[in-house]
C-alpha cells in the first residue's frame, strides 16, 4: 500500500457520521497525575512534527522495515521510543525487552499475536512482564504498525496482563462540538492492566473546517490516520495528513484544525503520566507489589 493511502482502506470512522451532531461544552484537559515538568525542556519543533516520509525506512530483518519516528534523545527523560513498522510476506518482529511497556496500534493490515489475528484498529498493550513477544504479517496486504515503548521505572508487577482492544467496541467519550472522541484504551483499562507509563489511546474524528481547540494534555503523540489538517505547537502550525506524527510534552498548549471542507480529520492519541503517583494523590496507600521473579 502506498505511504499516502495510510489507513484509508478502512474508511472514515463510522461514529463520526452517526454522532456528529452531540456537543460537549468541556474539552477534555486530564492535566493532574503527570510525569514530573521538571523533567522536561522542550524538544526541537523538528523533533515535535515528523512525518513518516521523512524517515527513511531501515530493513532490519527479511520483510521488516522500521521507522523511528520518535527516539528517546528527542524527549529529555530519553524513555519514550516510537516506531512505525511494514511488515511483508509473513514477516516476525521480536520485542524482547522485559524493562519497557509497549503500546502497538494496527494502523492497516492484519497482525497475529500469541495466535490470535488483530485487525485494522487493534491495540494492544503488552507490560514488560510479558515480554519477550512477537507480532507477525498475516494475510493478502503488508502490515503497518505503530509501536510506543516506554522504559519502566522499576520490575512490572507480576500479574501485570496483556491486553487487546478493537476501535468498534470502544465507548463514546469527551464529546464536544463536531468531535468525536473514542476511548480504545481507558485510563483505568490501562492501570489496572499494569502499565506505569501508558496513559490511554483515543482516537479522535474532526468535522471540516473545525478546530479543537487550544489545550494542555500529560505528554502525548499523536498519529494521523485519516484527511489533512495543521497542528499548532509551540507557535509552530504544521501541515498534517495520513502518516503524520506528533510528539507533545507536558502543558504544551496546541490545537488540531480540519483544513478540509469535506474529509473529516482522523488520528489517534496516546498519552503518558506517571501512574504510581496518580493512585497516590487519588488516596490509595496500597501494600507493596509483588514484583516478577528475576
Not at 527523560?77 to 524493562?99: E, I, M, R, W, Y
Not at 503497518?144 to 467496541?169: E, V
Not at 468531535?179 to 490511554?200: D, F, K, N
Request: glycine share 6%; hydrophobic share 30%.
Amino acid at each position: 500500500m502506498p505511504h499516502y493511502l495510510e489507513g484509508i482502506g478502512f474508511g472514515v470512522n463510522r461514529g463520526f457520521l452517526r454522532h456528529q451532531s452531540l456537543l460537549s461544552t468541556t474539552p477534555r484537559n486530564r492535566s493532574n497525575y503527570l510525569i514530573n515538568k521538571s523533567r522536561y525542556s522542550c524538544p526541537s519543533v523538528s523533533k515535535m512534527f515528523r512525518h513518516i516520509d521523512d524517515t527513511k525506512p531501515v530493513e532490519t530483518s527479511k520483510g521488516i522495515f522500521e521507522r523511528v519516528l520518535l527516539a528517546p534523545e528527542d524527549t529529555k527523560h530519553h524513555n519514550l521510543t516510537v516506531k512505525h513498522f511494514t511488515l511483508t510476506n509473513g514477516a516476525t518482529v521480536s520485542f524482547p525487552d522485559q524493562d519497557r511497556e509497549y503500546q502497538h496500534y494496527v494502523v492497516s493490515g492484519c497482525a497475529l499475536m500469541g495466535g490470535a489475528y488483530l485487525h485494522s484498529e487493534s491495540a494492544m498493550f503488552v507490560p514488560g512482564n510479558k515480554s519477550p513477544h512477537k507480532i507477525s504479517q498475516a494475510g493478502e496486504t503488508e502490515l503497518r504498525l505503530m509501536t510506543h515503548i516506554y522504559k519502566a521505572p522499576k520490575p512490572y508487577f507480576r500479574w501485570a496482563k496483556a491486553r487487546t482492544f478493537h476501535l468498534y467496541n470502544a465507548q463514546y467519550t469527551s464529546l464536544r462540538p463536531a468531535v468525536i472522541s473514542q476511548q480504545l484504551i481507558t485510563e483505568e483499562q490501562h492501570a489496572v492492566s499494569g502499565a506505569y507509563r501508558m496513559h490511554a489511546i483515543d482516537v479522535q474524528t474532526n468535522a471540516p473546517m473545525n478546530e479543537l481547540g487550544t489545550h494542555t494534555n500529560p505528554e502525548e503523540t499523536m498519529y494521523f490516520l485519516r484527511g489533512e489538517g495543521e497542528v499548532l505547537s509551540e507557535g509552530q502550525r504544521k501541515k498534517v495528513r495520513p502518516g503524520s506524527f506528533v510528539y507533545t510534552p507536558l502543558d504544551v498548549e496546541h490545537n488540531i484544525y480540519n483544513t478540509s471542507q469535506t474529509i473529516p480529520l482522523q488520528y489517534f492519541v496516546l498519552e503518558y503520566i506517571e501512574h504510581d503517583k496518580a493512585w497516590a494523590e487519588r488516596g490509595y496507600n496500597s501494600p507493596p507489589l509483588t514484583h516478577q521473579k528475576s
